[in-house]
């Protein structure tokens, strides 16, 4: 059991410095799935099962996609990949920063410790918390994706008029 | 900007800050910040200049990073200590979630987006990100107060209020003396918060009306650099003689109303045995009051060489819809100092 979440881990780590070793956004974007996919897996090993799998169907299935449509309408010539020396030069100092971190680590009992709610489940818990005592952050979170949406057509409506639209 | 979505966008803001206010608990709070952050990014790249993009890109990144390290301290106090009310903080996520906080409302030395999203916004948009995008954090601030840790809050307050003054002291752009001014009052805010509360709002309160006055003065005058209030005199010299209490009020000298919250946070300190702080305070807003009597000499004191220096500006416009609110917050950053004792009763 402890090597699976040991995987799971060493996986997110592994999709993390992938992304925030600043390659082109095609090669960060594998990043991301690889991130998300050990992601889920954590959540599974913790018994979240199904948080895991409403995070993997919005996160990889919803924002992702649109992501790597974006992407690639705005595509880059030459884009950098993890052999570029730039995006190299980060991977290590990531590496290294880790291990310095891992060599302080001193107990890891904590990773396998579980939730003791012995009614309700955590994942389906906090579902049914949402839509009764927090119907209000419910509301607001609906109203947030749908200001979200309008900042994103603002910001990107005059674009390509650049700024001779002052009239 | 379209007015169903202007109106969409500002209602946001206030949404935002709302629930921020209103909150109890670390992840409505959280999610307030987020939607006010969010809500004035399209405000600020209204005009899709290159300045504006860049400052709006700096803005949204710093507030995202900081919004990021509220909701890890939040999480980390609620691992350790099982509770998410808004008071109940173990040291540890203290210290972070007052660095976040303070990141966010651009103490030093996490000040540096400052100066140059403030520069890189148009008037009115600045006011907005000077005044209202502060209420949130402020009030975070102050719901926490007793949690957290004296020494931090000293220290970046003390070095807010030295590098407020050392930034302002070569600045040419109006824009970033109000940085610079923002970030040396928000210095003096954050040291008197661990000992009074009280104060800091009352300092908060002052500080906003002050730099409402002081931009929609800019405004009036449409002046963004120290040589175009070279001119002002031109446009409204009523405004032009105002102003001048404005920046004094600024630099907290006395019959002004911006004496009032460093008289009461030199005498807290005072009564809190730590003069040394309270001296060092009050002499590096030496700086600060430098650059402030600079403005002055520049728009009130002094006619600068003009080639024709005689009459007003010929045409005048007077539909401006900031008078009103210019007056009342000019009379209230000035003359407020004789009711005292009905601000500060408590």
């Known amino acids: 059991m402890f090597y699976l979440s040991f995987l ?19 090669f960060a974007a594998y990043g991301l799935v690889m991130g998300a996919m050990a992601g889920c897996w954590l959540l599974v090993t913790f018994g979240l099962t199904f948080l895991s799998l409403v995070l993997l169907l919005i996160y990889l299935g919803g924002m992702l996609v649109v992501f790597a449509y974006s992407a690639a309408m705005a595509a880059d010539q030459y884009p950098m990949a993890w052999d570029d020396w730039s995006v190299f030069i980060y991977v290590m100092i990531y590496w290294i920063l880790l291990l310095i971190g891992w060599s302080y680590v001193e107990e890891l009992d904590v990773i396998s410790l579980f939730e003791n709610l012995s009614y309700v489940r955590c994942d389906w818990g906090g579902v049914m918390m949402l839509y009764y005592l927090g119907g209000f952050m419910l509301l607001l979170l609906g109203w947030v994706l749908l200001v979200t949406l309008f900042v994103v057509l603002e910001i990107t409506r005059y674009i390509s008029f650049g700024n001779i639209l002052k009239l | 900007m379209n007015p169903f979505a202007l109106a969409i966008l500002l209602i946001s803001m206030f949404i935002g800050t709302m629930v921020t206010l209103t909150s109890s608990h670390w992840l409505l709070a959280w999610l307030g910040l987020e939607i006010s952050t969010l809500a004035i990014i399209p405000l600020m790249i209204t005009d899709h200049h290159p300045r504006a993009t860049e400052a709006t890109t700096k803005y949204f990144l710093t507030q995202a990073t900081a919004a990021t390290l509220i909701l890890f301290s939040a999480l980390i106090n609620a691992w350790n200590t099982g509770m998410w009310e808004l008071k109940e903080l173990s040291p540890l996520s203290s210290n972070m979630l007052s660095l976040a906080l303070m990141m966010k409302m651009g103490l030093a030395p996490l000040h540096f987006w400052l100066p140059e999203v403030l520069q890189g916004l148009s008037l009115t948009t600045g006011l907005i990100l000077s005044t209202w995008q502060k209420i949130a954090p402020i009030a975070l601030m102050y719901m926490i107060f007793s949690s957290l840790n004296i020494q931090v809050l000293m220290i970046m307050g003390l ?4 590098v407020g003054g050392w930034i302002g002291l070569n600045q040419v752009h109006l824009r970033k003396v109000i940085a610079a001014s923002s970030i040396a009052h928000l210095g003096w805010m954050m040291i008197i918060l661990p000992f009074s509360p009280h104060i800091m709002m009352l300092t908060f309160l002052i500080y906003i009306l002050m730099t409402t006055a002081m ?28 102003m001048m209490f404005i920046l004094l009020s600024l630099g907290g000298l006395p019959p002004t109303t911006g004496f009032l919250p460093k008289w009461f946070i030199l005498q807290e300190l005072t009564l809190q045995h730590i003069p040394s702080i309270a001296t060092v305070m009050a002499i ?20 600068s060489p003009n080639t024709v220096n005689s009459t007003i500006m010929w045409r005048f416009k007077f539909n401006n819809m900031f008078y009103l609110p210019l007056m009342v917050v000019m009379v209230l950053a000035t003359f407020l100092l004789p009711l005292t004792p009905s601000l500060i009763s408590f």
Do not use: E, H
Request: aromatic share 18%.
């Open chain 2, 284 to 303: 590096s807003s030496l700086l600060s009051l430098f650059f402030y009597l600079r403005l002055t000499y520049a728009l009130t004191l002094t006619y």
């Open chain 2, 159 to 162: 070095l807010s209020i030295i």
């Open chain 1, 8 to 26: 799971g881990f060493f996986g997110f780590i592994i999709g993390m410095v992938g992304v925030a070793s600043n390659p082109s956004p095609y």
């Open chain 2, 215 to 242: 931009f929609l003065s800019f405004k009036i005058f449409n002046a963004t650099q120290i040589k175009m209030l070279t001119i002002a005199w031109t446009k409204m010299p009523v405004l032009v003689a105002l």
